[in-house]
């Protein structure tokens, strides 16, 4: 950061920090923005530049920024800034700022003419464009010769008029009184002609708009883009008054004859949700779905040209959301299954490759790489994808696992080469280590039949891996012998691991005088495992945690619940957890609490804030988000200083009694005379 002035180099020294420590501290933003927006040029360009790289979609703070700059006319940033920001942040108070910034540079009628017809076209559809709808009328209108009836200024105006009343704007309703009127003046016949015609049109597209506004009540189109592990109370509210707009708009409420205009206005809103909510994939893909879709159904229709352009349209989220969200590599793979549905599968490898040079751990997308090699360049295609993942020292035996399925399932020599690939992989010592990938290789032996090798490599696993990670290969390894072997090694397998425990045990105590098989429920525990079979048990479900160990009871429940088994680690999700002993539930470790005493930074010269109160903080708007009138709090707390709190409470009891005996005359005035003279009696 530039330091704005020396009496301020101690507050951005603690910003500065604040929002390194925390890239998505909006309260330390906002603070630096109001620093940026009380400065002179250029001090103000850093903090904004700054900010607009972390928020790039805020549109509020981007018109801030460009503002400042047409304050100091430094109309060639202006021009810069405009090209970044105008097309990919569609936003009513930034084209109405570009539009006053051309008006200041004195370009020529026609252009700005064509200005305000693409500012107008961008935004149809939001209702913040009634002011850009009467700023372009006023300007038509100026080119109206008076007395003209029949000139091409006074057509344009005519249209201009016509084409806002059957838009949603805020401006609807003035901008049809001002219609009549004008054409009051213009021509009468035309006027009771068209007030018919387009008074209908105005009735149904203000129920609409005032359906909107009532709708979107507390939206803000400047929300900062936060990434899901930031989502608040506030975000959730935005994100349910988006999603109500999105499902009014695809509704059409305003009946629309054409299909584009109401896929035009639905995706203006996708647009707009996404400069808030940039970071979330889901919003992503739900905008690139609906185009897509639409595209499908116009393409039935005989619609090739919109079909294609809505295409195109998707091609252009896919782009943004890839960049928006660079770690979500799920709209990377949805991208590369769209250009291979295109038939640039070209293109789509190289998104591959570019993806794998970014990853920190790029196994998953080597995998997907060698999938798509398969469908679009065949078997050898996808083995060359192999040989460049296993010479990357970052990927994951997942590799070996998915290349060693696609082999069994593409010919006759398949199972031979799946038994090298992932016999391959086991000479890493750490897959072999690796109780998943362990897995994934006994379970294809299994599959395969070959009864011998599979009983080697459950013996060579048990000798290998760490015994605390053996509890599932030995379930594994028992429940498989109950399939293809004889009683006998049955019992001897549980042998072997009664052996296995016991040697833990002592390990873990000390006390070599621990007898084996003092446990009941480990006793159980065999039974149990040799005699279930998928999902099915020897006993009800309800007696289970009598009789079998906690340890059985976490293995059986995540195997019944689908969950992988390959950790030994017990199951702490609580969906998947039941009464196993004292606790129902996981309890906290309250050993680990430590209470908070509040301390003074001599640095900050501040109290630091308690968890509670900086969540409050953080969920405040921060101060630029109000456009409103400031209050000058130095100005109210002085006058209620100043005020003399008893001559007002005298004050006001004094016009209490004022309004009371006035209210009583009034009473009695309305009263007859003759009954007036009782009531006095």
């Known amino acids: 950061f530039v330091l704005l002035s020396f009496f301020e180099f101690k507050m951005n020294k603690e910003l ?5 420590e925390n890239p998505h501290d909006l309260h330390a933003w906002g603070n630096i923005l109001h620093i940026a927006e009380t400065s002179p040029s250029p001090s103000f360009r850093k903090p904004f530049e700054l900010y607009l790289k972390q928020f790039p979609t805020n549109s509020s703070v981007w018109v801030s920024y460009i503002r400042k700059e047409l304050q100091a006319k430094n109309f060639d940033e202006v021009k810069v800034l405009f090209k970044t920001c105008l097309g990919s942040c569609p936003n009513a108070n930034l084209w109405n700022l570009y539009l006053e910034y051309l008006r200041q540079i004195d370009i020529s009628e026609n252009d700005l003419k064509k200005a305000f017809e693409i500012s107008i076209n961008t935004l149809n559809g939001d209702v913040d464009v009634g002011s850009i709808w009467e700023k372009y009328i006023d300007f038509l ?6 007395g003209s009836h029949y000139s091409q200024a006074l057509v344009d105006t005519r249209k201009a008029f016509q084409k806002s009343l059957s838009q949603t704007h805020r401006g609807n309703d003035v901008l049809w009184g001002k219609y009549l009127q004008w054409e009051k003046t213009i021509n009468k016949k035309i006027l009771l002609k068209n007030r018919t015609i387009f008074g209908s049109i105005h009735t149904t597209t203000n129920a609409v708009t005032r359906d909107i506004i009532r709708m979107t009540a507390g939206l803000n189109k400047s929300f900062p883009s936060l990434p899901p592990s930031h989502e608040s109370k ?20 305003l009946k629309l004859n054409m299909d584009m205009e ?15 909510f940039s970071h979330y994939p889901s ?17 039935s229709k005989g619609d090739v040209a919109s079909s294609q352009e809505l295409h195109k349209r998707a091609e252009l989220l896919y782009k943004d959301a890839v960049v928006a969200c660079p770690h979500d590599h799920i709209l990377h793979f949805a991208y590369a299954d769209f250009l291979e549905e295109k038939g640039r599968s070209s293109e789509a490898k190289e998104l591959y490759k570019t993806l794998v040079g970014e990853c920190e751990d790029p196994t998953l997308v080597f995998v997907q790489w060698i999938k798509h090699a398969r469908r679009t360049e065949g078997l050898a295609a996808a083995r060359n994808v192999f040989k460049i993942a296993i010479t990357d020292k970052r990927s994951g035996p997942e590799v070996f696992t998915a290349a060693a399925n696609i082999e069994l399932c593409s ?17 890493n010592e750490a897959f072999a280590a690796n109780p998943s990938f362990v897995m994934s290789y006994l379970t294809l032996l299994e599959n395969m039949g070959d009864v011998e090798n599979t009983r080697a490599l459950y013996e060579t696993v048990l000798t290998k891996l760490p015994a605390a990670q053996c509890a599932p290969i030995w379930e594994r390894y028992i429940a498989y012998e109950t399939l293809v072997g004889d009683l006998n090694n049955v019992l001897r397998l549980e042998d072997r691991r009664r052996q296995q425990q016991w040697e833990m045990d002592v390990k873990k105590t000390g006390n070599v005088n621990t007898t084996k098989n003092n446990n009941k429920t480990d006793k159980m525990d065999y039974l149990v495992t040799r005699y279930s079979f998928a ?8 007696t289970l945690p009598s009789i079998v160990s906690e340890e059985k009871m976490h293995y059986l429940e995540r195997q019944a619940n689908g969950v992988s088994v390959s950790s030994s680690q017990p199951c702490t999700d609580i969906s998947t957890l039941s009464v196993t002993g004292e606790h129902k539930y996981p309890l906290p470790n309250m050993s680990q609490l430590t209470p908070f005493r509040p301390f003074r930074d001599d640095d900050a010269v501040m109290l630091v804030r308690t968890p509670h109160v900086a969540k409050i903080l953080k969920d405040l708007p921060p101060p630029y988000s109000w456009d409103g009138d400031i209050v000058d709090v130095d100005a109210l707390m002085n006058f209620l200083c100043s005020t003399d709190v008893k001559a007002a409470e ?3 009891q004094d016009m209490a009694k004022l309004d009371h005996n006035e209210g009583k005359r009034e009473h009695e005035d309305d009263i007859e005379p003759s009954k007036r003279s009782h009531m006095k009696q």
């Open 535 to 542: 999902n099915l048990l020897p006993c009800p479900s309800e």
């Open 141 to 146: 209108q100026s080119k109206v010769v008076e």
């Open 283 to 299: 919003v992503w893909h739900e905008a690139i779905s609906y185009l897509l879709t639409q595209a499908k159904d116009l393409q």
């Open 234 to 253: 506030t975000s959730i509210n935005q994100r349910k008054i988006w999603e109500s707009l999105l499902a009014f708009e695809k509704k059409n409420p």
């Open 16 to 20: 500065v920090s604040a929002v390194e």
């Open 262 to 276: 109401v896929i035009d206005r639905v995706h203006l809103v996708f647009k707009q949700y996404l400069l808030c």
């Open 650 to 652: 005298k004050t006001a």
């Open 411 to 427: 010919g006759s020599d398949g199972a031979v080469i799946c038994k090298r690939i992932l016999n391959r992989g086991m000479r």
